[in-house]
């Protein structure tokens, strides 16, 4: 069986993925053309060739214009179930998938509206495909603590259907600490917390993602790096970071997959993972991700293995479940050593 093959059928679970990051441009174009909204662009081919990005803040300017084609329940229904449908076929069993209301409720489009589109598509998903997945609603880092508190307030009506919050949009001069006492008040709702830190920010950021929002997960992380004390530190408390390989080179934070520090972080001990981020914009889901470290940092079968069991260990499902996924995940390499 070849690599590729072998990651396609590696079953895994995704950890970090911006839902409104898997809009293709051809569904782009299909939503704009039925909501009547007028794009920017004559053709899908030059949607994609202004995809070209130097840094995290190009590339949101770009992606909250894209949103604005997302007006109805079946809009969010159809995207999330045409992502679904990419990741089943990339060995996704498990999809823990992030949303930004502000960025619909800012247009005066609903939080039901896209809460309850985005459900519609991820019960289909797990009747369709048997790919079980959960919310997590980020907080946008650029706009302020009231507003994230007005959101948290606006998911009232949906928060058991929640399992988490997030951050993120433009990390630099926004720190996690702006957010310390939402992500209290979430916490306090039992919702789990996950952050974006260190993937433009310094690890400064990821030591308040840790000890203001006291983070279940670290989105990104990469610039934990720089701080020894810091890597110690996430590798024994075992804490999962979901990194985002061609989300890095997309966004010039990594000059090339062949330099990406995947494999490095794997030997210092850190939980780490493979996601996609915003494949739509970035150039591939997560089996493409998985793909390009394997070749680019020659990962062997073992760090592959070692990267879609971390996905599990690292995710807000129940432990027997966890334990059934793993069992699976041993079953499969099993079968194909
Ligand atoms: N990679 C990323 N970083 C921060 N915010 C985002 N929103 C969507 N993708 C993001
Ligand atoms: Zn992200």
């Not at 007006?71 to 995207?79: A, G, I, Q, V």
């Not at 432990?319 to 079953?331: I, Y």
């Amino acid at each position: 069986m070849s690599d590729d093959a072998f990651i396609t059928g590696l079953p895994k679970a995704e950890l970090h993925l911006h839902i409104e990051g898997s809009l293709e441009p051809e569904q782009m174009f299909a939503f704009a053309q039925r909501n009547g909204v007028t794009i920017p662009y004559a053709s899908v081919e030059e949607v994609r060739a202004a995809y070209d990005f130097s840094n995290l803040q190009d590339f949101l300017d770009i992606y909250y214009a894209g949103a604005d084609v997302l007006r109805t329940e079946e809009d969010f229904r159809d995207l999330a179930l045409a992502y679904f449908d990419r990741a089943a076929a990339d060995g996704v069993v498990h999809a823990e998938i992030f949303f930004d209301p502000q960025t619909h409720t800012h247009r005066r489009v609903p939080f039901g509206v896209v809460a309850n589109g985005l459900l519609a598509g991820m019960a289909e998903a797990e009747a369709k495909h048997g790919l079980t997945s959960k919310l997590i609603l980020c907080f946008l880092r650029h706009l302020d603590e009231e507003d994230a508190f007005k959101t948290l307030s606006q998911a009232q009506p949906w928060i058991d259907r929640i399992a988490a919050v997030g951050l993120d949009s433009s990390e630099v001069g926004h720190p996690p600490a702006k957010f310390e006492r939402v992500f209290a008040a979430a916490a306090a709702m039992g919702l789990k917390r996950v952050a974006h830190a260190g993937e433009e920010g310094p690890p400064e950021y990821v030591y308040e993602a840790l000890d203001l929002l006291h983070v279940d997960r670290l989105d990104h992380g990469n610039r934990s790096l720089e701080d020894p004390a810091l890597v110690t530190r996430l590798a024994r408390s075992g804490m999962t970071l979901t990194v985002c390989p061609l989300s890095n080179v997309k966004l010039c934070n990594v000059a090339s997959i062949d330099v990406h520090p995947i494999d490095r972080m794997l030997r210092l001990g850190l939980r780490v993972t493979v996601n996609s981020d915003d494949p739509a914009y970035f150039g591939g889901y997560v089996g493409e991700n998985y793909r390009a470290i394997a070749r680019g940092r020659a990962l062997d079968r073992d760090d592959l293995v070692t990267l879609a069991r971390n996905s599990f260990l690292g995710s807000f499902l129940p432990d027997e479940a966890v334990a059934t996924h793993l069992a699976r995940l041993d079953a499969y390499v099993e079968a194909h050593a």
